[in-house]
């Protein structure tokens, strides 16, 4: 799981309990300890005497994150991160993997109508199995992006609001 030169990163990690009391953990991983070397998302599963289970490390190229994530109502682990699309440009990502680390699917959310860098940073389930994301989009005035994901990964839908004083602002079809 480990070898020279490797790291995780220490930011934005998240840990859960899961069914047969399992540790997971998300996390951002680099193989270089150079702070600007490509990143990718990266799940490690232990038991509760600290043995490893296993890992899986996934991402493109480029410098991909995982911010967060959670245990779902069926025991799967789903990630909220960033995907690199370009210099200072990301966009929301979303992850699901089974109980053994197997990708269930993929969400990359495509936003044309800014430069700014885009990230889910929160995620939750509802009572139907659906899940909602939260995280930032660019800078001042102040941006949340917000989407509604099925449990098959299908996007029900994603809004930008915009907070400036002590207004928020509903903007649909971004």
Same mark, same amino acid.
């Given at each position: ?14 840990? &859960? ?128 992006? &917000? ?28």
């Amino acid at each position: 799981m480990s070898h020279p030169g490797t790291r995780v990163i220490p930011t934005k990690n998240a840990m &859960h309990i899961g069914i047969n009391n399992d540790i997971w953990v998300s996390c951002t991983y680099s193989d270089s300890l150079i702070t600007n070397n490509p990143s990718d998302g990266m799940l490690i599963k232990i038991n509760a005497n600290g043995d490893s289970l296993t890992s899986v490390r996934f991402g493109g190229p480029f410098s991909d994150r995982i911010y967060n994530s959670m245990i779902d109502n069926d025991g799967n682990i789903v990630c909220a991160g960033a995907k690199y699309i370009a210099i200072n440009k990301d966009n929301p990502w979303a992850l699901k993997f089974d109980q053994n680390g197997n990708l269930l699917w993929e969400n990359q959310m495509s936003i044309t109508s800014s430069s700014f860098t885009r990230y889910f940073e929160a995620v939750t389930q509802n009572n139907d199995g659906d899940y909602f994301f939260l995280g930032n989009y660019g800078v001042a005035p102040k941006r949340f992006f &917000h989407a509604k994901i099925q449990n098959d990964g299908t996007t029900i839908w994603k809004t930008i609001t915009t907070y400036s004083g002590m207004f928020f602002y509903e903007s649909n079809g971004v």
